[in-house]
């Protein structure tokens, strides 16, 4: 009989293991278990017969169905499947933990792999997902206008050592209506949450946890409500940087994508620029003026910014002033700051 296991089990279980996602080609697309294999039983039409067929029919003919879909594939998936394994060790889960689960271990168990499976299946998971991210999180918020250079800071600050989380980097976003550029598609807001319970399971809590400040939705990925107030009510140390310092980084980022490009995402923000910014900033960007581009945009995303600020906890807020874009120097100045209003000992 293959081992069952509870969703923290298995989790660690994976960390030496090979973990196999037996659910539909569509179900791993959406959202699956980070670093899963995905080994689907059915194709997405082959489970949508199946299903359709216990609606009508029942669960025997259903069953029967299956079997005459799979049958001619057993061969074939064990010899997959040993490909797989590591030192003859599986880890398998469907969508409940019932029947495909159970058969697929059955399967290979029987071939003389052994198997653990996820009690309860993805759904358990989910519920576990849902569940720690509404828990209480030590994070530490890194604020600061558009361009500061927050991401390229959290980075560095993460190869010195420090406990950072990427929310941007797991969205595939750089939150405004630009931040697609340049960038692969964006996970579901599930698997984002996925991605989110992976990294937070790295991390020691007894330590803050350094992320960036963002609205609810980065590009179209949206966090959980309980996650989110969490952020917000966070500790925020704002980094204070003239837009002097902050508009060459932003030409530099943006100004090699094509124009055609930029004009879809100011068109995006048309009606917040107002009809006069807006235009004069297709201009700017039809003579390659991406210095004016980004003059224009940035005046909108700031006062959105401090607009945002303006929500949080004044207490909760320290502000740091910055005269650099240079990362390393940024990074020196954020971990020499006196912190200790925030009652963190880092």
């Given at each position: ?124 998971y989910r519920n576990t997902v849902l569940s720690e991210l509404a828990k209480k999180i030590p994070l530490l918020v890194l604020g600061g206008k ?106 530099k980022v943006y100004a090699e994508y094509p124009k055609a490009d930029l004009l879809i995402a100011l068109e995006k923000i048309k009606k917040r ?74």
């Open positions: 009989m293959p081992e069952k296991l509870d969703v923290l089990s298995f989790l660690a279980e994976a960390k030496q293991y090979p973990l196999i996602d037996v659910r539909s080609p569509a179900e791993f697309e959406r959202a699956h278990i980070p670093g899963a294999i995905s080994f689907p039983i059915f194709t997405n039409e082959e489970r949508a017969q199946v299903g359709t067929t216990y609606k009508q029919q029942g669960k025997e003919q259903a069953i029967e169905l299956g079997l005459e879909i799979v049958g001619p594939q057993l061969a074939k998936w064990v010899k997959q499947v040993k490909k797989i394994a590591k030192d003859g060790v599986l880890l398998v889960h469907c969508w409940r933990g019932g029947m495909r689960s159970g058969s697929m271990a059955w399967l290979f168990e029987t071939a003389g792999l052994e198997v653990k499976v996820l009690v309860g299946g993805y759904k358990a558009t361009g500061s250079g927050k991401t390229e800071i959290l980075i560095e600050m993460k190869k010195r050592g420090i406990q950072v989380i990427d929310l941007e980097g797991l969205a595939h976003h750089r939150g405004s209506a630009f931040g697609h550029l340049g960038l692969e598609e964006q996970p579901s807001s599930e698997h984002f949450e996925n991605l989110l319970f992976h990294e937070l399971q790295q991390m020691d809590f007894k330590k803050p946890i350094w992320v960036e400040d963002e609205s609810r939705h980065i590009g179209k990925v949206f966090m959980t409500e309980s996650f989110y107030e969490r952020l917000r009510e966070s500790p925020c140390l704002f980094l204070d940087i003239d837009a002097k310092y902050r508009l060459p980084h932003l030409v620029l107002g009809g006069q910014h807006f235009q004069r900033a297709v201009e700017c960007l039809e003579i390659n003026d991406f210095s004016e581009v980004a003059a224009i945009t940035l005046n909108y995303y700031d006062k959105a910014y401090l607009h945002g600020l303006t929500q949080r906890d004044d207490a909760q807020i320290d502000r740091l002033e910055i005269h650099t874009l240079d990362t390393n120097l940024q990074v020196n100045s954020v971990l020499a700051h006196d912190l200790a209003k925030f009652n963190f000992n880092i």
